[in-house]
């Protein structure tokens, strides 16, 4: 029987095994929203703006390790789809974004609502696809989940002209997919896994240093094996967080820019460093040059060869997915008689214990006013470690990222790449609807918050019992730090004057809204907001203007020339 | 350092798109780009002439293959490799520059596929270097419209791009 575009649309859906789709209507994709009213397999998801759906679609993956699904417009509906576009491609998160088009004769005339999708995406996604016959629906759908899920994950966008989803072809949905110009490797070259578990073994002042690809390619379990079994300390990036658990003694914290002394030190100093699923960025290792004094040998697990000696010259580059790296990595380490050198590692270990005693993430414990650290160590206890938390984009950022012990992968989400701000609440929301009945959290801030305000509504509407957690300085706080240290203290558009009362703004949405202004009402608050299980809750905590983000590599200096406290 | 790299792609609306817009997006030099369709309509034949350090090359042929429609790339300087270029010059050949204008054509074995009582138009093919080296050997004022391919480059004897 023959079926129109759009019924192929949602069929192929069903197909994948898509549950959720976040998104939009309007013009250009009326027809796909018709054959959603029709059926109940797949659940729509409106938010309030297409950045929303999309960033909600990214959230969603990244708690599931599902393919995330949105739907938006033709023309603003795709632009607005953007910077969720970027957002996830940036971090290699596995979507597939429908857009809407023109019909197919308008192309190119100016139409309302018309803009060159394709185009405007090109640089931003995996692959996209212009659909311009309804015969080739279903074989682009496959491709797209295809290109997606498989590789270094990515967003893929189908653009699909108004009128194709009219028209009417037969539905054969493809079993398998092959493409003779896409084959990504998932095995690590034999002869290069050996050389690398050579330098492992003769290593005596190792390192290991995770990022994202850890957990997309779900191998946490590996990876804490390969690092207890070896007695090796271990950092994450900002991606990578959950990667390894935070709590372990074998935890350095995270690297970087805002990375622990400890993690830094060793990362410049150790003599073997084991990079899996990280990609050296500039907010990792600083100055390369500065990296590079003194020289380290370094072995590069990664599933994307240009990820290798991008940045950094590295002698054992092991192209593969992590997983099956390290499974074989693993195989082979229990197999051998070599041990490493236990009394190198061991004052080697001295040495990082001893870099860990200046607990470089201590703050004011007295202060009189909320410190913004200790609102992220009081959500740990009073979540128990469990929950997920999505963040947006500044200092807010950081301090989750350091004090929250993410013992789990796909726990901590955030735009590490793009640096998105506006990503946490609809993030949040696709959490939520991925998980029932988690806890989920947002920490904010109250210029990150404001650019996807919106989707409250959606909140509401949805029941989705989002806890979110404003640390409010009254300053973009990450611009005014920099303006602090580097541009003389001049504040110069980075004070947010006349802000909303969140309370009143969380009640008018038909939220639940709390502002704290005492250190010893912070616990109280958190707890009070949990036990709403059933309502989202925005706490707005008034935190000190002054606080900063310690340690700090300044921009082009190297990892040992931090700023402490 | 100057590289010739030839790419097979599929030969699909677009494509030649995602490759200039790697270019451009990633900074990369692009000196000449020439593609057209092989044997094989499904397939692409593109020429791209670049340069850059070692890491820079390195870094343009991984991003290359990581296009989904690019099947195979290689770097036709790893080994012995033929380059050619097809320019079209129109020069002047009034009274004056006549004879001269046909000598300098002759000399370069370039050919005169269109004459009118003011000009002639040479068909000149050889690599890069030798057209250059014709533009620079005539007299400046003489020449009054060039046109070039960009240039095409293949594997000497047995080494072949082909999927």
């Known amino acids: ?565 | 350092m100057r590289h010739i790299i030839s790419l097979l792609m599929e030969n699909e609306a677009g494509a030649l798109s995602r490759v200039s817009g790697l270019f451009s997006a990633r900074g990369y030099n692009i000196e000449s780009l020439s593609v057209a369709p092989t044997e094989d309509p499904s397939l692409s034949r593109m020429t791209i002439v670049t340069s850059g350090s070692e890491d820079v090359i390195e870094q343009i042929i991984k991003q290359l293959n990581k296009l989904i429609e690019v099947i195979k790339v290689i770097d036709l300087n790893d080994g012995e490799h033929i380059e050619r270029e097809m320019m079209l010059v129109k020069v002047k050949a009034g009274e004056a520059e006549r004879e001269e204008a046909k000598r300098m054509a002759d000399i370069f074995r370039g050919r005169i596929i269109d004459v009118s009582d003011q000009s002639y138009t040479i068909e000149l093919t050889g690599t890069v270097a030798k057209l250059d080296a014709f533009l620079a050997a005539i007299d400046r004022g003489w020449i009054l419209e060039t046109v070039r391919t960009g240039a095409s480059g293949i594997g000497r004897g047995a080494r072949m791009l082909r999927i």
């Open chain 1, 1 to 565: 029987m023959e079926l129109t575009g759009a019924e192929i649309v949602l069929r192929c859906l069903q197909e994948e095994g898509v549950e959720h789709v976040f998104g939009y209507p309007g013009g250009a994709v009326l027809f796909i929203y018709d054959e959603f009213f029709k059926q109940d397999k797949v659940k729509h998801i409106l938010t309030r703006h297409e950045q929303g759906a999309v960033h909600a679609a990214d959230g969603y993956s990244r708690s599931t390790r599902k393919v995330g699904v949105a739907l938006v417009t033709s023309g603003p509906g795709a632009t607005n789809a953007v910077t969720g576009i970027a957002t996830a491609y940036m971090d290699s998160i596995p979507m597939v974004i429908i857009s809407g088009q023109v019909p197919t004769p308008a192309i190119g005339l100016d139409a309302f609502q018309e803009v060159d999708t394709v185009g405007i995406t090109r640089p931003c996604v995996k692959h996209n696809f212009l659909v311009k016959d309804v015969k080739d629906i279903a074989s682009t759908m496959k491709k797209a989940f295809y290109l997606a899920s498989s590789g270094r994950p990515g967003p893929v966008l189908v653009d699909i002209p108004k009128d194709i989803t009219q028209h009417r072809a037969e539905f054969v949905y493809p079993d398998s997919v092959s493409l003779r110009s896409y084959n990504p490797v998932t095995k690590g070259h034999p002869g290069q896994i050996r050389r690398a578990l050579q330098l492992i073994l003769d290593a005596k002042r190792p390192m290991v240093y995770t990022g994202g690809g850890v957990t997309l390619s779900n191998a946490s379990g590996e990876l804490a094996e390969f690092v207890r079994m070896m007695n090796f300390p271990c950092t994450n990036t900002l991606m990578g967080l959950g990667g390894y658990p935070a709590t372990d003694r074998q935890f350095l914290g995270m690297l970087g820019m805002h990375g622990t002394y400890e993690a830094n030190m060793a990362m410049q100093e150790c003599d073997v460093l084991v990079a899996i699923g990280a990609r050296f960025d500039d907010r990792v290792i600083g100055n390369p040059e500065h990296f590079f004094n003194p020289a380290r040998k370094i072995i590069h697990i990664d599933i994307d060869p240009s990820s290798i000696s991008k940045r950094v010259r590295v002698d054992v580059p092991i192209v593969g997915n992590v997983q099956d790296v390290l499974q074989e990595m693993l195989k082979a380490l229990s197999s051998s008689r070599e041990r490493v050198d236990a009394a190198a590692l061991e004052s080697w270990w001295k040495q990082i214990e001893e870099w860990r005693s200046r607990d470089c993430l201590k703050y004011d414990r007295q202060s009189a006013l909320i410190k913004p650290q200790m609102v992220v160590e009081k959500l740990y206890e009073v979540t128990g470690g469990d929950a997920f938390v999505t963040s947006d984009v500044g200092q807010h950022q950081m301090w989750a990222a350091q004090f929250y012990k993410f013992d789990k992968p796909r726990r901590w989400i955030n735009s590490g790449g793009l640096g998105t701000m506006g990503f946490g609440l609809p993030a949040a929301m696709g959490v939520q609807v991925a998980n029932p009945g988690a806890k989920v959290a947002c920490i904010t801030g109250e210029g990150s918050i404001q650019m996807c305000i919106q989707e409250l509504s959606t909140c509401k509407q949805y029941h989705l019992p989002v806890k979110i957690i404003a640390l409010n300085n009254r300053y973009l706080g990450m611009v005014r730090q920099w303006q602090e240290f580097f541009h003389g203290n001049r504040y110069s558009e980075s004070y947010m004057d006349a802000l909303p009362d969140f309370v009143k703004l969380a009640e008018a949405y038909g939220h639940v809204g709390m502002r704290i202004e005492k250190p010893e009402d912070v616990e109280g608050a958190l707890k009070e907001a949990f036990a709403l299980e059933d309502r989202l809750v925005f706490m707005d905590f008034v935190t000190d203007q002054a606080e900063n983000v310690f340690p700090m590599v300044p921009g082009g200096k190297g990892l040992s020339e931090m700023i402490l406290v």
